[in-house]
T-cell receptor, first 114, second 112 residues
Framework: KNQVEQSPQSLIILEGKNCTLQ??????????LRWYKQDTGRGPVSLTI?????NTKSNGRYTATLDADTKQSSLHITASQLSDSASYIC?????????????FGSGTRLQVQP | NAGVTQTPKFQVLKTGQSMTLQCAQD?????MYWYRQDPGMGLRLIYY???????DKGEVPNGYNVSRLNKREFSLRLESAAPSQTSVYFC???????????FGPGTRLTVT
């Protein structure tokens, strides 16, 4: 069964600090991996999308890494801001049956404190 | 350009009542999706529509029906609501050939 596990479930950091969120998956055959940011009461918004051949992708202060061999990804947030407080969701897509085959992690809830 | 819009934002139903959740997108996307999000779980696909006139079941379709009214609109209907359908419902859309899905703001539904 395709699964996406994220850790930690929740995290509290001080403003200005860095943090790294983890995502492990068992989805096969792999197509792409996405990180979404979901603010409270809002829909998810895409941060990055990586395919098999990409192992690093940045979007401002967000940097995602992908190791397709170990089936792990991380999202690194640099110099955190209060506005980074949100849930971060890892989503993995399988090949071919893409319409049905998005597997969502349950998210990491990040709280940035002043 | 509003993106993906959903109505209503909040709804409380009694067990057995019916209702329709509305979704519209103005990005000329072909594909549209309905998900539910429950505490401690990832989003789960209820139904999707790859193009106007087609709909298919997702992971958790029981208790729901959908209508792709036209290219812009994709509605989700609960014929007889149950407490297990208490959830936050998200609509999403994407253009064919792209990985990127765009989500609406969600509808928070409570069934008592």
């Amino acid at each position: 069964k395709n699964q996406v596990e994220q850790s930690p479930q929740s995290l509290i950091i001080l403003e200005g600090k860095n943090c790294t969120l983890q995502c492990n998956y068992t989805v096969s055959p792999f197509s792409n991996l996405r990180w979404y940011k979901q603010d409270t009461g809002r829909g998810p918004v895409s941060l990055t999308i990586m395919t098999f051949s990409e192992n690093t992708k940045s979007n401002g202060r967000y940097t995602a890494t992908l190791d397709a061999d170990t089936k792990q990804s991380s999202l690194h947030i640099t110099a955190s801001q209060l506005s980074d407080s949100a849930s971060y969701i890892c989503v993995v897509s399988a090949l071919d049956t893409g319409r049905r085959a998005l597997t969502f992690g349950s998210g990491t809830r990040l709280q940035v404190q002043p | 350009n509003a993106g993906v819009t959903q109505t209503p934002k909040f709804q409380v139903l009694k067990t057995g009542q019916s209702m329709t959740l509305q979704c519209a997108q103005d990005m000329n996307h072909n594909s549209m999706y309905w998900y539910r999000q429950d505490p401690g779980m990832g989003l789960r696909l209820i139904y999707y529509s790859a193009s106007e006139g087609t709909t298919d079941k997702g992971e958790v379709p029981n208790g729901y029906n959908v209508s792709r009214l036209n290219k812009r609109e994709f509605s989700l209907r609960l014929e007889s609501a149950a407490p297990s359908q208490t959830s936050v419902y998200f609509c999403a859309s994407k253009v064919s050939g792209s990985y990127e899905q765009y989500f609406g703001p969600g509808t928070r539904l409570t069934v008592t």
